[in-house]
């Protein structure tokens, strides 16, 4: 049996591997054949995994994030003992899984934030970005939630629930092409296929892991919509839609609520998936979400793209 396949049957009995590096997220957003997974195993227990995705461009062989997924890095058993054996267990599986990567000209990923050691990737070469995103504890009761909203957030939610209904459930194409439409006022092409979007949204439909849902008002007109999906330990807003034409009319928000509500019983965290964008990061910051830093890991192995690096960041 191969890694894969190894790693296949572990996402079928392991709860704590996070949603994006779940086998069949990979298999929507990647496609099965172009993603694959280092392994390492003490005895017959596997003890680490480290998913990757590899897309060849040109000349050049690339291991970066997939489209739509927040977060890929190293999936390390749980030990018990000393903090000190924990760090040095994470050092020996790390290296183990560094030596299995393949050959690459670059790699980026971005890791959960509850991967907090990445020196032994510091050792081999890598290079580390600090990242936020911003997390709401659902375990803390709907109500404290709420209360923890800013008055902002919540002049919008009353003024908008007067505006507009909600709805659970709109088709993958109607909000693709929402967010397509959305977009397109505002200058900006779309950056993922339709192909793509219904693909992962049938795959998260039938585990029953996503939701999508919608503010329309009396008129039939969509002011906003999310794409949620989530597993056991967290909640993520994957995709967001925002009419430019109805954005002060805070329907956005009120979604914001309304899936919170709708998500508390099935899974521990709401997860913004947040943003270095500052507007976005303080809107997030207003429903009372805490701040979590995440590790952007990358390394370049050639000069022509370290090149090509090093001019764009002149450029800005």
Request: charged residues 25%; aromatic residues 16%; contains cysteine.
């Amino acid at each position: 049996m191969n890694n894969k396949s190894k790693y296949r049957e572990l996402c079928n009995i392991e709860s704590t591997i996070p949603l994006f590096s779940q086998d069949w997220w990979l298999d929507a957003v990647c496609g099965e054949d172009s993603w694959d997974v280092c392994l390492v195993e003490k005895g017959r227990q596997i003890v680490a995994t480290m998913p990757y995705y590899i897309v060849k461009r040109n000349f050049f062989t690339f291991s970066t994030q997939p489209s739509m997924t927040q977060t890929l890095g190293p999936w390390l058993k749980n030990f018990d003992g000393k903090y000190s054996k924990k760090l040095a267990q994470e050092k020996d599986l790390m290296q183990e899984l560094i030596a299995q990567l393949p050959s690459f000209d670059y790699f980026s990923q971005n890791w959960n934030y509850q991967n907090t050691n990445w020196l032994p990737f510091y050792w081999k070469g890598y290079k580390q970005t600090t990242r936020y995103t911003y997390v709401i504890d659902l375990q803390c009761g709907l109500e404290d939630i709420f209360k923890s909203f800013e008055s902002s957030k919540k002049k919008n939610i009353k003024k908008s629930a007067e505006l507009v209904n909600i709805v659970y459930d709109i088709t993958s194409s109607d909000f693709y092409n929402n967010h397509k439409l959305t977009l397109s006022k505002q200058g900006v092409d779309i950056t993922y296929s339709y192909d793509l979007f219904k693909k992962l949204y049938d795959s998260a439909y039938e585990r029953n892991s996503g939701k999508t849902i919608a503010a329309y008002d009396k008129d039939g007109n969509l002011h906003a919509a999310l794409f949620v999906v989530w597993d056991e330990n967290s909640a993520y807003d994957l995709i967001s839609t925002i009419d430019p034409e109805y954005r002060t009319y805070g329907a956005a928000s009120l979604l914001i609520k309304e899936i919170i509500s709708f998500v508390s019983d099935k899974t521990k965290k709401f997860d913004f998936e947040g943003s270095m964008i500052e507007n976005v990061e303080r809107s997030f910051r207003q429903f009372g979400a805490k701040q979590e830093a995440y590790h952007s890991i990358n390394k370049s192995n050639s000069k022509i793209i370290d090149m090509a690096l090093f001019f764009k960041s002149l450029l800005g």
